[in-house]
């Protein structure tokens, strides 16, 4: 059975950091994070496939960083400078099948969500 489990959200201060991990029953091809504020559209964060190519929203860029350990299965966002704007639930997204990896690609996969709340 295909499992996403999210962990490593919580509170911190604009300026802080946190690191999100995603741990999967198996290996993805491709593999994301995405968030959704209240009252807000889902917004694609950060791609990775199994080669390492990654994708970024202009966003996060520079601010964000997406990893992964392919040997633990699992699925990081090391999120530096955080932002207010950045409080949102962030959900870990895979897809098994190879093609295109980025934030408009189909995810059939999809963890519970984690928590980040950044205050200013």
């Known amino acids: 059975q295909v499992q996403l489990v999210e962990s490593g959200g919580g509170s911190v201060q604009a300026g802080g950091s946190l690191r999100l991990s995603c741990a999967a029953s198996?290996?993805?091809?491709?593999m994301g994070w995405f968030r959704q504020a209240p009252g807000k559209e889902r917004e694609g964060v950060a791609t990775i496939n199994s080669y390492g190519s990654t994708t970024t929203a202009d966003s996060v860029k520079g601010r964000f960083t997406i990893s992964q350990d392919n040997a633990k299965n699992t699925l990081y966002l090391q999120m530096n400078s955080l932002k207010p704007e950045d409080t949102a639930m962030y959900y870990c997204?895979?897809?098994?099948?190879?093609?295109?990896?980025?934030?408009?690609?189909?995810?059939?996969?999809w963890g519970q969500g984690t928590q980040v709340t950044v205050s200013s």
């Open positions: 997204a895979a897809r098994l099948g190879s093609g295109s990896c980025n934030a408009r690609t189909y995810f059939p996969y």
């Open positions: 198996t290996n993805f091809y491709c």
